[in-house]
RNA sequence: GGGGGUGUAGCUCAGUUGGUUAGAGCGCCAGCCUGUCACGUUGGAGGCCGCGGGUUCGAGUCCCGUCACCCUCGCCA
């Protein structure tokens, strides 16, 4: 060992003990008779002294040294003198009288000073990752990352879960995501694909009856990024057999519990709330809400009902909805300006428009459309509660449009009026989706998660009847208005899936041809089962507090699926192309401006 | 694919209505400094103003295009 102790670990209970540390130099300051040196490991910081009672090589030595390089340094802890101690270092008692340092190796000047106040800008935090993770932030998310992942196998380990493998290299199935695709060397034209997620495998382990199986799983998808969506990323996927929804969920509020105890000191109540999909879409306009405060959605269809006024009228008689979200006391804090960036959300939700109201002191509403009303005045006043100086957003539209602008609002104005906790979290699930949804390109049925969930048996009827009313046995757990993961009870019978597919346009050659194995599998004594996956970059950037992905990987990619750090993805030799008989048709090249 | 934001010194940023020599803090280099801990202090070096066009007597600043990064809609069963 080149050392006796981290960096992080001498207290005053180790004044008199010779020790020898290791790190990266954080900072420096010479005071010419004595050099202050503060040395940095994964494990904290400790002042290393250098001073007239040093060897004069020290001193030397001690002189030349520069941030961020690697020295291993000898000496005594001592009590740092009255007046001296650092508070708000952990080893700030102590610090080490030096009397040897050696240089394990030099660093050029850094990028940045991973010791520093000013965030750098991204790009760069990418192109020098090994700096960046170097800061105290980035390794606090990692160390983060690290415990909550032992925490989620501790907890599949102590419920008799088995950790298995599944494979990476599958085989491309063009529902859902865009895959991304591996060249079959040993079969030109063919290629592998990288999992989306291990759902086929898990619930062949079902089928081979290992009953309870749990994967820190790597997936990949190939579509665009968001804050918190990257090409690559890890999901904790679980599957259990003899289950029902509610025993699924039964698990991972544990786990829920558990990580909120263990990494928050917060308890958490069980069961978590659950709200339906059609609750949630009508309280709420989002499948994932965020219940950590109201501004709830409330419906004025009746409200409204006798009023002239068109905007009202025309979403109504097509059918369409007039909602409204309530927002107390805040007409004040709206000016014109405001309100028209409020609408400009509303219409990015698909809205033609925002109707907004504010209620005066009088009773009145005012509002470009106040005198608009009529009658439908007080009733929307009634419907909604609404009292002097209440902020009150209309959209009247479709069913979707209302849904999706009134939950951007919604979010928007939780947000701006900060009316959640910063370490706030929310723990909820959504239940009983829809079986289908229309596939806006082909008009047909497709799945709303995919195609092995079961409907309620309730329900099954309805598959023939009327496949819109259908409910799946799906939940989603939202934290904070985040989809943090999301499972279903699988169909275990033949009949129920041949039904299903012949719903979302899948002909039995088709499915045969896709996942006959699986068709095989579910006719060889398939067990009712059922599962969910966690997002666990997600959980890790929710616990954390972060509000970004990136931040909670090690070496996350940009937007646009690049490594800034290697410089992925990048051509290859032509005699790798050939041996995967692959000839790149290069886009044609932009034409020059004018 | 669409919308928005950003791009100026190694890093974080300022830069007026288009005007002469583009600034600051941090970092870097050198000097001074024996108790600092974001040490202090004096001096110095450091610029393809993302890139390419255009307008203009003159462009960091205006226009067009383009690239990169970020946020977002579509997309993500």
Redesign the pocket.
Known sequence: MLRTHSCGELRPSHIGQEVGLCGWVD?V??????I?I?LRDRWGRT?V?V??ESPAATLVAAKAV??EWVVRVHGLVGA??D????P??DT?AV?LACHSLEVLNEAV?????PS?????????R?GHRWLDLRRPAMQRNLFLRHRMVKIMRDHFDELGFIDVETPMLGKS?P????DYLVPARLEHGAFFALP??P?LYKQLLMIAGFDRYVQVAKCF?D???????QPEFTQLDVEMSFVDAADVMGVIEGLVRRTAREVLGLEVTLPLPRLSWDEAMERYGHDAPDLRYGLELVDLAAAVRESDFRVFRAALEGGGRVRGIRVPGAAARFSRKELDDLTAVAV?GGAKGLVWLKLEEGGEWAGPVAKNLGAAGPAIRTALGAAPGDLVLIVADSFAVTC?ALH?LRKRLGAQLGLYEPGAMHFSWVVDFPMF?RD?ETGGW??????FTAPRAADLPLLDRDPAACRAQAYDLVINGSEAGGGTIRIHDKATQSKVFGLLGISAETARERFGFLLDALESGAPPHGGIALGIDRWIMLFGGLD?I?DVIAFPK???A?D?MTGAPAPVETKQLAELAIRVVAPPK?L???
């Open positions: 900072r300051r010479d005071h010419k008779g004595v202050f503060d002042q002294v001073g007239p520069r941030p740092r003198p007046g001296t101690v650092n708000k270092l700030g610090e000047t850094p990028v940045f000073q520093g106040t000013e965030l750098p800008g991204e790009e760069v990418l199935t529902e859902g995501a865009r989306q997620s759902q998808r579509e665009d990024l968001r804050a918190d969506r990015e999706k951007m949804a806006e497709a799945a709303m998660h995919h195609p970004n990136r940009t937007q646009k690049s800034l932009p020059p401006p004018g």
